[in-house]
């Protein structure tokens, strides 16, 4: 990510935006964990962490920093954890980059009781402007590369989601999106509102068990 | 090395298999060690190193497990060789096990020969060493003795127990057998179980020091003889897959050792004969022939899985200690899926894991040489644990 928008205390606003649909004290395994900087959040917040990291980097760094966090892959390693294994499962501007979106968050659904998913919005209209009178693929500050060199190769819209989540029958608990500029749009809006004037998005989910 | 010399060697040899010069725990026959073989072992010793201050707590005991050529003498100098100890780098003050914050304990294996029982030992029915009619152990049976010298210590729970290759086969144990005693567990370069390929190396080692008519099956103190030309050849073998092709090639390549061109002989006209050679020699001048055979036969019955109804899982399962998993990118011995393996049986376990892969092409030994980011990972652990668990931090 390029100049992430910060909250009061210097943290990623998207992540505080994660942290508070978090409960204290909670089992949580954040998927595709970077440095480490959620956990961190988390941690001050007497939550009891776990992490996920593709990059080797990333990982040294958040074990050196007294994390627990392991070198693996969203697409492939979710199948080893058990059933309920924690009480809420995160990725956090992750999904776009796996290779079966709607696998990983099937998993995440089994694994967790709680999903949270924040995303870049791919629907937002600065995005759409782009290809429709730029004719090129978009370019973001959130979202730097080229489509050649992208990590990016999933990308959704808020609307699509949306979809996903009917799909693999998941409960919408709570949706918070994001405007250009990091802050949380609190008015109460339809969802095509949302869908063009979020730039990023965060859900958080849970299993459509039989008693929900 | 002339015979007169090889006789005086092995008298030391069973000195410092009987006296060491270490702390020593002497058990009375009537506290035996229950082998995995179904033989109570008595009278039993074990022969142990420690570094740094136990609390009035009791709660900074990291106990420090040896490889398998390894020993207690991790940061002193070595009785028998004059060496610095063997794991410098990571153990002392200051260091990422840091001496001046934790109380370090290094026990030498059972089956080893600087001191703890093995087959140097002196065989108290004969007065001779026990050679091969000492039972075999396993690494449960190490790990077994180490909680009896921890219990004559006094010292009930671990803030950490860490090793590498063997010693972290150690580690997982501890963490299977004893888990309400382990607060934190740092297996490096390790494996739930010793692979087919693995059991074929050690399978080379023993046969070459079997091999080597000295070894008069394992009756060589009381002949008088020393596999020591076997025992060397073992070691030239094993020390191959200590490293990496890329790691020789570096160190090596393909120079002429003192000369300039090949001799059309067997001399050691490259640099990596001279230096094997070199690495064979001085094991045999420290390491006891039949000690080989049995710890090199302790890592190859081990497996976890088997004795937990064919799942790791299942030894982990409900474990409160926490996990810091290492590996290392050019180990062909103890591979990062090994690692790896350990990692998804503690995940579904439940346990707090931690797991990093350090770049390096040092292979195998590369967690006992200079290792930054290893320093680095291993402290952040052992820093996040302590704060865990309540253990102050040093003052500066």
């Given at each position: 990510?390029?100049?992430?928008?910060?909250?009061?205390?210097?943290?990623?606003?998207?992540?505080?935006?994660?942290?508070?649909?978090?409960?204290?004290?909670?089992?949580?395994?954040?998927?595709?964990?970077?440095?480490?900087?959620?956990?961190?959040?988390?941690?001050?917040?007497?939550?009891?962490?776990?992490?996920?990291?593709?990059?080797?980097?990333?990982?040294?760094?958040?074990?050196?920093?007294?994390?627990?966090?392991?070198?693996?892959?969203?697409?492939?390693?979710?199948?080893?954890?058990?059933?309920?294994?924690?009480?809420?499962?995160?990725?956090?501007?992750?999904?776009?980059?796996?290779?079966?979106?709607?696998?990983?968050?099937?998993?995440?659904?089994?694994?967790?009781?709680?999903?949270?998913?924040?995303?870049?919005?791919?629907?937002?209209?600065?995005?759409?402007?782009?290809?429709?009178?730029?004719?090129?693929?978009?370019?973001?500050?959130?979202?730097?590369?080229?489509?050649?060199?992208?990590?990016?190769?999933?990308?959704?819209?808020?609307?699509?989601?949306?979809?996903?989540?009917?799909?693999?029958?998941?409960?919408?608990?709570?949706?918070?999106?994001?405007?250009?500029?990091?802050?949380?749009?609190?008015?109460?809006?339809?969802?095509?509102?949302?869908?063009?004037?979020?730039?990023?998005?965060?859900?958080?989910?849970?299993?459509?068990?039989?008693?929900? | 090395?002339?015979?007169?010399?090889?006789?005086?060697?092995?008298?030391?040899?069973?000195?410092?298999?009987?006296?060491?010069?270490?702390?020593?725990?002497?058990?009375?026959?009537?506290?035996?060690?229950?082998l995995d073989a179904?033989?109570?072992?008595?009278?039993?010793?074990?022969?142990?190193?420690?570094?740094?201050?136990?609390?009035?707590?009791?709660?900074?005991?990291?106990?420090?497990?040896?490889a398998l050529?390894?020993?207690?003498?991790?940061?002193?100098?070595?009785?028998?060789?004059?060496?610095?100890?063997?794991?410098?780098?990571?153990?002392?003050?200051?260091?990422?096990?840091?001496?001046?914050?934790?109380?370090?304990?290094?026990?030498?294996v059972v089956g080893g020969?600087?001191?703890?029982?093995g087959p140097?030992?002196?065989?108290?029915?004969?007065?001779?060493?026990?050679?091969?009619?000492f039972p075999v152990v396993t690494v449960r049976d190490m790990v077994?003795a180490?909680?009896?010298?921890?219990?004559?210590?006094?010292?009930?729970?671990?803030?950490?127990?860490?090793?590498?290759?063997m010693?972290?086969m150690q580690?997982?144990q501890?963490?299977?057998?004893?888990?309400?005693?382990?607060?934190?567990?740092?297996?490096?370069?390790?494996?739930?179980?010793h692979?087919?390929?693995?059991i074929?190396?050690h399978?080379?080692?023993r046969?070459?020091?079997?091999?080597?008519?000295?070894?008069?099956?394992?009756?060589?103190?009381?002949?008088?003889?020393?596999?020591?030309?076997?025992?060397?050849?073992?070691?030239?073998?094993?020390?191959?897959?200590?490293?990496?092709?890329?790691?020789?090639?570096?160190?090596?390549?393909?120079?002429?050792?003192?000369?300039?061109?090949?001799?059309?002989?067997?001399?050691?006209?490259?640099?990596?004969?001279?230096?094997?050679?070199?690495?064979?020699?001085?094991?045999?001048?420290?390491?006891?022939?039949?000690s080989y055979l049995y710890l090199t036969r302790a890592m190859d019955y081990f497996d976890?899985?088997?004795?937990?109804?064919?799942?790791?899982?299942?030894?982990?399962?409900?474990?409160?200690?926490?996990?810091?998993?290492?590996?290392?990118?050019?180990?062909?011995?103890?591979?990062?899926?090994?690692?790896?393996?350990?990692?998804?049986?503690?995940?579904?376990?439940?346990?707090?894991?931690?797991?990093?892969?350090?770049?390096?092409?040092?292979?195998?030994?590369?967690?006992?040489?200079?290792?930054?980011?290893?320093?680095?990972?291993?402290?952040?652990?052992?820093?996040?644990?302590?704060?865990?668990?309540?253990?102050?931090?040093?003052?500066?």
């Amino acid at each position: 990510m390029a100049e992430a928008a910060r909250g009061p205390g210097g943290s990623r606003v998207d992540l505080l935006v994660v942290a508070d649909m978090v409960e204290r004290g909670a089992r949580v395994l954040d998927v595709g964990c970077g440095d480490g900087e959620l956990l961190r959040l988390l941690e001050t917040r007497g939550v009891d962490g776990r992490g996920i990291e593709l990059s080797r980097e990333g990982v040294n760094e958040c074990v050196a920093k007294g994390l627990a966090v392991i070198q693996g892959d969203a697409d492939t390693d979710l199948a080893d954890y058990p059933n309920d294994a924690f009480d809420f499962v995160i990725l956090s501007q992750t999904l776009q980059a796996t290779r079966q979106p709607r696998v990983v968050l099937e998993h995440m659904l089994r694994i967790g009781r709680h999903a949270i998913v924040s995303f870049p919005n791919f629907g937002h209209w600065n995005i759409r402007l782009q290809i429709l009178l730029g004719g090129h693929m978009p370019r973001t500050d959130n979202l730097p590369y080229a489509w050649y060199e992208t990590p990016n190769i999933h990308f959704c819209s808020i609307k699509d989601f949306v979809q996903l989540c009917y799909a693999v029958g998941a409960r919408m608990d709570q949706a918070v999106a994001l405007n250009a500029w990091g802050r949380q749009m609190r008015l109460k809006m339809p969802w095509w509102f949302w869908n063009l004037f979020g730039e990023q998005a965060v859900f958080l989910l849970s299993r459509r068990g039989p008693t929900a | 090395m002339a015979d007169a010399n090889s006789i005086v060697d092995l008298a030391d040899r069973r000195r410092e298999a009987d006296q060491p010069h270490s702390l020593v725990v002497r058990f009375s026959p009537n506290n035996p060690l229950q082998l995995d073989a179904g033989v109570d072992f008595a009278p039993l010793q074990i022969a142990y190193q420690t570094y740094g201050a136990l609390n009035a707590e009791r709660s900074n005991a990291v106990l420090v497990c040896h490889a398998l050529t390894g020993d207690q003498h991790v940061v002193n100098e070595h009785p028998v060789t004059g060496k610095p100890g063997w794991w410098e780098t990571m153990v002392g003050p200051g260091r990422p096990i840091d001496t001046e914050r934790y109380f370090v304990i290094c026990p030498n294996v059972v089956g080893g020969c600087m001191g703890s029982s093995g087959p140097a030992s002196t065989n108290p029915a004969s007065g001779l060493p026990w050679g091969l009619d000492f039972p075999v152990v396993t690494v449960r049976d190490m790990v077994r003795a180490q909680a009896m010298l921890l219990d004559h210590l006094g010292i009930e729970s671990l803030f950490a127990v860490a090793g590498g290759s063997m010693g972290g086969m150690q580690v997982l144990q501890w963490a299977a057998s004893y888990p309400q005693r382990v607060f934190a567990a740092l297996p490096i370069a390790a494996s739930t179980r010793h692979s087919a390929q693995n059991i074929a190396f050690h399978e080379v080692g023993r046969q070459a020091v079997m091999a080597d008519p000295e070894w008069r099956g394992g009756r060589y103190f009381a002949e008088g003889t020393n596999p020591r030309r076997g025992l060397a050849v073992a070691r030239m073998g094993a020390h191959i897959t200590y490293l990496s092709d890329a790691a020789l090639h570096r160190k090596f390549g393909r120079r002429f050792q003192d000369r300039d061109n090949p001799t059309f002989s067997f001399d050691a006209d490259f640099q990596v004969e001279s230096y094997l050679r070199y690495q064979g020699i001085t094991f045999v001048e420290r390491f006891d022939a039949n000690s080989y055979l049995y710890l090199t036969r302790a890592m190859d019955y081990f497996d976890l899985s088997a004795d937990y109804d064919g799942a790791v899982a299942n030894a982990f399962r409900g474990a409160p200690t926490r996990f810091c998993v290492i590996s290392f990118t050019s180990d062909w011995l103890f591979p990062t899926s090994e690692s790896r393996a350990i990692v998804h049986a503690l995940n579904a376990a439940g346990a707090r894991v931690s797991f990093a892969e350090i770049t390096t092409d040092k292979g195998h030994d590369a967690f006992l040489l200079d290792e930054p980011e290893l320093f680095a990972i291993v402290r952040g652990f052992l820093e996040g644990a302590a704060k865990a668990r309540g253990l102050p931090a040093v003052k500066a």
